[in-house]
């Protein structure tokens, strides 16, 4: 079955520490997006690629990076310049505009 | 700029009942679709409605429904018979800027009783 694939589920940082999202996609689809989720804030854009080897910034992309080597791949590094990076991430996908297709998430808590 | 406002941040129905969940929006778009999401506690999202503007008839999926009020810029959703399972966070959403790009609400959290 096509789908989504985020890992890991639960990460942890230390201070000053970059750590990498994966977010792997077998729909054969050309957009890609990250996003945030606080309590209370909804989901907020971070980076956002509609096609291999382009991709821009959303409203919230200071202390995140992102690449788009493949098709099928849209890492989401957060590094040590994003100052409260606690909160649950969502890679998704899509294909016009039938809507998205959701990863189930990663949870990731600084320590 | 294009926002999307729920102003429903907590609401509760009994097993059974029907709800309806607000959502308004901003736009000066004259074709677009609108889209409802779910996010139980597992925190899966999943896509519940999709409504085409250029479209009269309200989409329907089952014992879920939308009143779409394209003059008023409203989309609310209707969850009838409502069952245990519907408990969730419920996200309303739309494309910004004519581009597959959604902006979303900030959610409902809906808490259906038994």
């Known amino acids: 079955d096509g789908g989504i694939t985020q890992s890991p589920k639960y990460l942890f940082r230390k201070e000053g520490q970059n750590v990498t999202l994966s977010c792997e996609q077998n729909?054969?689809?050309?957009?890609m997006y990250w996003y945030r989720q606080d309590p209370g804030q909804g989901l907020r854009l971070i980076y956002y690629?509609?096609?291999?080897?382009?991709?821009q910034k959303g409203d919230i992309a200071e202390g995140y990076s992102v690449s788009r080597e493949k098709k099928e791949s849209f890492p989401l590094t957060v590094t040590s310049a994003q100052k409260n990076p606690t909160a649950f991430y969502l890679c998704?996908?899509?294909?016009?505009?039938?809507?998205?297709?959701f990863g189930s998430g990663t949870r990731l808590t600084v320590v | 700029a294009q926002t999307v406002t729920q102003s429903q941040p907590e609401m509760s129905v009994q097993e059974a009942e029907t709800v309806t969940l607000s959502c308004t929006y901003d736009?000066?778009?004259?074709?677009?679709?609108l889209f409802w999401y779910k996010q139980p506690p597992s925190r899966q999202m999943i896509l519940v409605i999709r409504?085409?503007?250029?479209?009269?008839q309200n989409a329907t999926e089952n014992r879920f429904s939308v009143n779409f009020q394209k003059a008023a810029k409203s989309f609310s959703l209707k969850i009838s018979d409502s069952q245990l399972g519907d408990t969730a966070m419920y996200f309303c959403?739309?494309?910004?800027?004519?581009?597959?790009?959604?902006?979303f609400g900030k959610g409902t959290k809906l808490t259906v009783n038994p």
């Open positions: 998704a996908s899509s294909m016009g505009f039938e809507g998205y297709t």
């Open positions: 729909l054969n689809h050309d957009a």
């Open positions: 690629s509609q096609i291999v080897n382009d991709f």
């Open positions: 736009t000066s778009e004259s074709n677009y679709y």
């Open positions: 409504q085409e503007a250029y479209k009269q």
């Open positions: 959403a739309f494309p910004r800027g004519g581009s597959e790009k959604l902006v």
